[in-house]
């Protein structure tokens, strides 16, 4: 039933003959990779006017430059990335150009912090999409985490279901997103330069304004920037383009921060010329909109596209998360089970686990996540500033025809994303202080784990001659638990792996019974030798384990292995199982894991 | 490290023999049994005056007869439940003797309610008792359902520690809370008799009241009967007391009645006289004490023994719970887990599903469990009316000598239990409706275990002869994922049971990878045969079972014994097992569970 319902959810199994199909083309893969980048611009410009405003409505015209600085930064992180795409065109990101010119820590960090960031992705996302979706009927407010839960689910289910099915649902959403702010622009455009708006709402660039300081056109710009988390997602997912990957990577990178810019820019000028005040109440698109098209059609679905594109938002993590956990995988920083793939050829164990994560992260904020808004957006940018640092160790290094044009554009990629990671630090580090404590602990934890791994691989690989003793016999017992068909099915496939050698042991709790037990085997078996153990404790395991120890020293001398036959009963149906106490289960796993002795479950199974 | 836990939490495991020194003596019995009932008083008058409060506090005087019909009834019941326990002194309560004497199904109705009824008893008093302390610091009252939680987790932690363990620590408080109350009734007494008092607040006996009805008479009865509830519980606990069990029972039974007596009409009368009106910010007592002592050491006192009598009361649960849960499972129609005595020779298993019910009643309902006590109260009356019937058929039926006053009391239980019973479905339905959707629910449940087990029984059992086929040789397949030491180990076993049949199985993702495999494997074990699998679909067990059924129906055809060989690495550390994809467990569950092969661990423990 369990496997029906999985396909029904997730369709059949893919053979992995069909990967080539799962691979996207550049519309599809610009609407899944780049839906959370095009959400920003739903935020990023109010982000700015947020931080002006503390200085009061005559600063606004400051949102033109600082808005000029983010597509200059905008453009220095394309054209670095589209070289990274180039040059590694296996994916792996931030990760992978880090590891391999700064050295293992460097990428590590990178990695780390990508991994954390795009769980957040999901959570802020999916909360602020359900936000803009009970803000239109408060009726569902009380449910806000539950809806978020069950909008996380389905993207999970979805992004199981294969790359290219999420693809082609997830990129009409995000077309239409485009098309709706497209025609804000356009048509408010239009209204400005047919003079239907007032030029006196605003105040003119250049109008000197009191008590602006650097500081807060810095911390401005650091907020505006926020909108550019997501522009690395495409690097990492290079593996899932069409062929030749790197070329279409590349492609749909420039189409992307193209589209960005354009929309970008033509908010934030809006918002200028038509003089919008962020509110608490209403989004500033959401008022650009209603100046524009006055509460009409048009309105609701600007409105209603916007929440879709922040729920969607969350697509580019599940995008993103699954392919990097694969490159640390690979290089044994996290469990080997990341690397595979599933059913239908995802990574199905990272997009599982990123949507438990994020779920987790929903239910811990109860929803309200827009606090960790600054502690993903400095998440970002650490690695951004290790990647572009990684490429320009790079060309200094291996100096390929025409590096140095290269190398200028890294060069101030790297730098704008350090001065904004630092601004962070300096303007929001209330908010972004945990960053400090977790990053050094999930790189101890990654630390650890391949240590581990190390270890193992160690230990298993065939060169490493330990002297192997001959097994010149095996011993064989058999804990019964009673006179039944089950025992009795144990103890004849016991006598035919080795007739002489077989002890049944038997767990008695009173003197009484003790007796009666075997004088009845005695009767029952009487080739077949029962010890009988007595337990003070209740406990079966303890004088079990006790024996198996005493036995298992005779037989190690003698060169004999011990071999401990469970009898057990498999019911009908799963269900039947919780009626019965597990000690056999319980009695396996503790010798298997805690004493050196061979466990063989003959199984007894029931008909009805 | 998880056993020193264990240890520390909830003390030394003791020998089966030392259960003697686990009964209770008549005063802790006393404590931990009518923690339940005594807490009722604490807010049973509330619930009259509450509902006469509907038609004017004039009417309050007719809380004075009520009360004394709630006299005669917990006075039938007292001496009701006395006989119960002479005649039935293993304990059993309601259950046993509605089984024995009206038949199983009556037993399953008495004995299902008072299950569900012990989880909420620990829900809805833990909560009040919460409620009552966050009341006093409302600083804490974001917190109510964790400190809710809290207190379960401790109640039941103390609950494993043994009974006597847990009768020691909560007799203070009940002792306590009684003392309080005592002394609150006579000093309060001693002010009216002085005359210090003014007559006049309250309406005299006997003044006609506008707008009075029977059934508003009858509704507060009923809500005052809920004070009644938890009288039941010495009945079921009888195993737990001192020998002679029955004697000490029955007497600590006839001290509780009179306690709850005592305090019941001591605190009516005074809210009577007193004239306090319910009060949904303070409670009646707290009323009482203010009035009587005023806001000094006294009231708080007061105060604090009520919120913590009302979060012991829980504990009358954890009391009978268990033991009734062991007469269900003796009968088989709940799992037989519940019958297991735990390290400290309580029976933890119902311990620790009623600890972890009851959280999840609190979570569920966010602690705000007054809407269950209707529900509680309709559950404690309904085994009560069966208990008693069950009684009467049986003097009925046995006429022992001096039978018929015993016939008449028990006659005088039931039918007032019955008349409150009714009374509570007329005047309470919205609130009780779903007792009559899970009661048939939880009866149908235990019939289908009883079913199942009794199916298991017959299957297992020697008589049934079924023709057994001789084990004629043994087929080992063992399923190989490398060429490492696991595997080596694995191969070397295999070959001391049976050198001559061994199948090595390897499931290959890719031709050139299956091609390079066979070669080396040639070299590295020449002498066992190698069987390749190819899988399209990325699974191991698919292909790997789909061999087995083929080797299995050759084997079987010769009556030889399939046994799969699976060599499984041990990690040094429990936490290890997550970096290794557990594909062992997830093929020897399927195998064993699906097809009727023997499974066989051998392990390699891992030194690192």
């Known amino acids: 039933m369990m496997s029906s319902i999985k396909r029904l959810l997730i369709g059949r199994p893919l053979q992995s003959a069909e990967l080539g199909e799962q691979k996207l083309n550049k519309t599809k893969a610009l609407a899944i990779l780049s839906s959370d980048a095009l959400s920003s611009v739903a935020y990023g410009p109010e982000q700015i006017l947020l931080v002006l405003i503390t200085v009061g409505a005559a600063a606004f015209w400051y949102s033109i430059p600082i808005a000029a600085g983010v597509l200059i930064l905008l453009t220095a992180l394309i054209l670095s990335y589209r070289q990274i795409i180039f040059a590694y065109p296996h994916g792996g990101g931030a990760y992978v150009v880090s590891k391999e010119n700064l050295g293992v820590n460097s990428g590590l960090i990178a990695g780390g912090s990508l991994l954390v ?56 959403p995000v077309y239409l997103f485009v098309a709706a702010l497209f025609l804000l622009i356009a048509v408010g455009l239009y209204k400005i330069a047919t003079g239907q708006v007032p030029p006196v709402l605003h105040s003119p660039v250049g109008t000197p304004v009191a008590g602006i300081s650097l500081f807060i056109l810095l911390r401005a710009f650091a907020s505006g920037s926020s909108a550019l988390t997501g522009v690395e997602a495409i690097s990492n997912a290079i593996p899932n383009f069409k062929h030749p990957a790197p070329n279409n990577a590349a492609k749909t990178l420039i189409a992307m921060g193209s589209l960005l810019a354009v929309l970008f820019s033509g908010i934030v000028y809006l918002a200028y010329y038509y003089s919008i005040i962020p509110n608490a109440e209403v989004t500033v698109v959401s008022q650009i909109a209603e100046s524009v098209f006055g509460r009409n059609f048009m309105y609701f679905f600007i409105q209603g596209t916007t929440a879709l594109i922040l729920i969607l938002a969350a697509n580019t993590g599940y995008s993103a998360f699954p392919l990097l956990a694969v490159n640390l995988a690979k290089d044994k920083f996290i469990p080997r089970m990341f690397t595979i793939r599933g059913d239908r050829l995802g990574y199905s164990n990272g997009i599982i686990i990123l949507g438990i994560a994020s779920i987790l992260l929903i239910i811990a904020f109860e929803g309200q996540t827009e606090h960790l808004i600054p502690l993903y957006a400095v998440g970002v940018f650490i690695p951004f500033t290790l990647s572009q640092t990684g490429m320009i160790v790079k060309w200094v290094r291996e100096k390929p025809a025409g590096w140095i044009p290269k190398l200028m554009i890294n060069a101030t990629g790297a730098i704008i994303s350090f001065i904004v990671t630092i601004m962070f630090f300096l303007t929001k580090f209330p908010q972004i202080w945990p960053v400090l404590i977790f990053l050094p602990i999930i790189i101890y934890m990654f630390h650890t784990i391949r240590k581990h791994y190390d270890a193992v691989g160690e230990q298993l690989r065939l060169t490493t001659c330990e002297p192997s003793f001959q097994i010149e016999g095996n011993v064989i017992i058999v804990p019964v638990a009673g006179m039944t068909h089950v025992v009795e099915n144990s103890l004849k496939y016991a006598k035919s792996l080795s007739p002489n050698q077989i002890l049944a042991v038997y767990v008695a709790f009173d003197r009484e019974e003790e007796k009666r037990f075997k004088e009845k085997w005695k009767q029952w078996q009487p080739d077949v030798r029962l010890v009988t153990l007595h337990s003070h404790y209740r406990s079966i395991i303890q004088p079990l384990t006790k024996f198996v120890d005493t036995v298992e020293h005779k037989a190690r001398e003698a060169n004999y292995q011990v071999t401990v036959v469970i009898p057990q009963f498999i019911p009908k149906k799963g269900w039947h199982n919780i009626l019965h106490n597990q000690s056999s289960l319980l009695i396996k796993t503790f010798l298997l894991y805690k004493r050196n002795v061979v466990i063989t479950t003959v199984p007894y199974h029931l008909k009805k």
Chains 1, 2 share one sequence.
């Open 117 to 172: 960031d795009y769980i957040l992705t999901v959570a802020v996302s999916v909360s602020a999409g359900t936000d803009a979706i009970t803000s239109a009927f408060p009726a569902l407010h009380p449910y806000n985490v539950f809806i978020a839960i069950i909008f996380v689910v389905f993207l999970t289910i979805l992004n199981l279901r294969g790359v290219t099915e999420s693809a082609s649902v997830l990129a009409y």
